[in-house]
């Protein structure tokens, strides 16, 4: 399939244990790129993401990974190449659209509805699933009431991921009260809450102390253990990547420069380079 | 540097005071008494802007980071110079106009009569008049701080008891006639010789008021938290809500026989103008669009109304009978004109979708003045009547009982209005609303987490239309014939202006509104050619004393009040930071 086609050929004997199965990707991406202007900040990059397998995306800044999300969620339309879910090709739909098949995000800077509660947020993921029109709102038919319920239900749950960090009386706060880590929380809860099968996370720690960081390493790893969902995050803290990833993609230009497992890519001359520059010695993490 | 900022605040208020007598609003009310003969409009204008300084003079103020509150010293010595400022700068005008002759002045400024120069000079001497006018701003300015620094306790209840007062002053042409309705005594109250209250009915009223707002600070917030409902969604209904909701139905139900014919009129027009508020405000105010060509829908509901239930042409030497002219009945005609409205907000809505704050709203303000072009040209003369308009509409009689008199057509509005409040309480409190609500917020994350765009804004843009639409079928009843004169750009301000005003997406705010902008210029005539002056000064007031409108909606007040929400997210965020320890 497209496993390591942009890569160098000597990785491709050291592939993870997660790309060996047979089953088709959960999401493929081919030969992707997206200009601004002369600015490539994606030149032709593939990848590939299994079910129940999480994916760590690291590279330095600019290298184009917040850009691969955007294209993929549909936020921006890619000039080139193919992005497939399910076999199902996402190219030309719009982020709404994307949603509802399953793909979920957060943003690298949160971006909740300050002014909504916290529930109300979480509800706002509940949208996609529920198809009260018009007429139904108005009359609240005992159907329009029950969604409404299982509406709540549903984003409560979502909530409840993090203990009791987002729910009980934080549920009725507006979401602009939230501690920083907490919004970081609520965007991923409302991710969860539109019930995807994989989910973006966009440098969830980004501005976390080590605690937070810790635990959120944890909530990863139980996103998949626990609600089974497949996840790509883009991470800069290597700890995080350590402890979660099944397999890690390195870019860099736009382009995938090394895959494969943490170890792997670790100690990959291209990243270590991209990352330090020319004429450094290995980095040990 | 204290007294150079209480000069400064008192010049300008000097300013105002010239700027209100030279359009009239002092010379031309020296007869209208508020209260017994002393207190009329024009000396309470004299005073108004030096007492106005005092207030803002003394208020707190935030100095070296801290919120300080004046001293009652300095707030003696700040009002009084305030004033006494805002006193030599309106004296200096009285100077300079009596200097080189009020005859010359009034060639320009056609308000300064001999009348407004003998009121502002007490019958005397130009200087001995300003010398009056120096004294008396001083004394006023000084009343103001000394009001402003009062502890609440007693500012509260005096500010109440003034304002209340003042307001049954003025409503002296209405509460008579409420009065006499209901049958009740009302010499005690008015004087039938002056026209304004007498002073034992303005004691009477000012003690009232004095104490309810006593009652009210000492009991009001226990009170408030029995009562209180939840804002945009309530899943039960509480008994009491139920109960408070009953005795206000009731009322409105009992209004037109208790006010009488005249505030019953004035009553249908806020009716009016509240659809059109409930309709804009959702698109305003719950999806965030801001619109300016909302008399669009109002003149599409009012000619849709009367093409369809069979009214005439008014232009002469054609055939008085419109191209279309089906003859339905009123109600069977409603549902196809909030259709076609709704799609006529589909069709305004496309071409703008892409569009957002000033550029939206030059575009809809464009589409709108189409309107009154296309119903005035001669073109559409055999459709609508061009600017002659069109007659004979329907007084939506049911078993010929007609809505055309004031009392009646305050019924038929009355149901309209609370029928398009449940629909949009019920739509903003649903999925919907929701979706709205955040896509208002940030449209492109609503759009990542699921919400069609541009399907809501298309359904803001239809369903904000339908409830307009009413709005100008049922002014078509109330008027029963239409030129385009009456769907003007003005019609899109006022309806924006009042739902600001209100509170941009508040239900009980529209109706606030609606009754403050178009209620009180109805019911007080005398200043009818001030009427957009007031428009214009409430909105400036209400923007910048309470950016959240006068009943605002809770999500709606903060998103005005983003900075300073920011600032304590910033200080809350800062804490877990530092509470919390590596592991």
Known sequence: MGEGRGARGRRDAGMSKATAGTEAPVLEVRDLQKHFGGLYALSGLDLHVNEGEIVSVIGPNGAGKSTLFNVVTGIYEPDEGGIRYRGQSLV???????????????????????????????????????????????????????????????ASAALSFFGKRLSGYREEQPAFALSYANRRRLEMARAMATDPQLILLDEPTAGMNPRETLELRDNIVRMRDELGLTVIVIEHDMRVVKGVSDRVIACDYGRKIAEGTYEEVANDEQVIEAYLGRGHGAKDD | MDARRWIRAGALGGVV???????????????????????????????????VAGLIVAAPRIEGGTRRAATLSEAIRGGAVAGAAAGAVFALGILFTDWIGDERVRRIFLNVSPQLMEF????????????????????????????????????????????????????????????????????????????????????????????????????????????????????????????????????????????????????????????????????????????????????????????????????????????????LNFYVAIPFVMLLAAVAGVLVGAPVLRLRGDYLALVTLGLGEMVTVLVGSPWLVPLVGGPSGMRGITDAGIGGLGFRQPQQFYYLALAFVVLAMFVSWRLAASRIGRAWTAMREDEQTADAMGINIVRFKLLAFAMGGAVGSLG????????????????????????????????????????????????????????????????????????????????????????????????????????????????
């Open chain 1, 92 to 154: 030309g739909l719009r982020p709404h659209q994307i949603v509802r098949l399953g793909l979920a995000r957060t943003f690298q800077s949160v971006r909740l509805f300050p002014n909504m509660t916290v529930l109300e947020n979480a509800m706002v993921g509940q949208h996609c699933r529920s198809k009260t029109g018009v007429f139904g709102a108005i009359v609240r038919t005992p159907g329009v009431r029950q969604e409404e319920e299982r509406i709540r239900e549903r």
């Open chain 2, 120 to 327: 502002v000079t007490f019958e005397q001497a130009a200087g001995v008049g300003a010398a009056i006018i120096l004294a008396l701003s001083a004394a006023a300015g000084l009343l103001g701080g000394v009001l402003r620094v009062a502890p609440a306790t007693i500012r509260r209840p005096v500010t109440a008891a003034l304002s209340v007062t003042l307001l049954f002053g003025f409503l002296q042409r209405v509460i008579p006639i409420a009065f006499d309705q209901i049958g009740l005594e009302r010499d005690w109250l008015y004087s039938a010789s002056l026209g304004g209250l007498t002073w034992i009915g303005a004691l009477v009223i000012a003690a009232a008021s004095a104490g309810v707002s006593i009652v009210n600070s000492r009991y009001g917030s226990r009170l408030r938290g029995r009562f209180a409902g939840r804002p945009d969604t309530g899943p039960g209904v509480r008994p009491t809500t139920l109960v408070l909701g009953a005795a206000v139905l009731g009322l409105l139900i009992a209004a037109p026989q208790l006010l009488g014919s005249v505030i019953s009129e004035v009553l249908g027009s806020v009716m009016v103008f509240a659809l059109l508020g409930i309709g804009l405000n959702i698109v305003v105010g719950y999806a965030g669009l801001l619109d300016l060509g909302y008399v669009f829908f109002f003149a599409l509901g009012a000619y849709a109304v009367a093409l369809l239930t069979g009214a005439t042409l008014n232009a002469f030497g054609i055939a008085p009978e419109p191209a279309i002219s089906l003859g």
């Open chain 2, 17 to 51: 005071t010239i700027f209100l007598a030279l359009v009239g609003l002092i010379g031309n009310f020296t007869g209208l008494r508020l209260v017994g003969e002393q207190i009329t409009f024009a000396r309470l204008m004299l005073v108004s802007a030096p007492l």
């Open chain 2, 472 to 583: 100008g079928a049922l002014f078509a009843v109330k008027i029963g014939s239409l030129t385009p004169a009456s769907f003007q750009v003005l019609v899109s301000i006022q309806v924006l202006g009042l739902v600001i005003l209100g509170g941009m997406g508040s239900l009980p705010g529209v109706i606030v509104g609606a009754l403050v902008l178009v209620g009180l210029p109805g019911l007080l005539r005398e200043f009818e050619e001030y009427r957009l002056l007031a428009y214009g000064a409430a909105v400036v007031a209400v923007m910048v004393l309470r950016p959240e409108g006068l009943v605002p909606n809770v999500r709606r007040s903060r998103e005005l009040h983003e900075e300073e929400a920011e600032q304590d997210a910033w200080v809350k965020a800062e804490e877990p930071a530092a509470e919390g320890t590596p592991a």
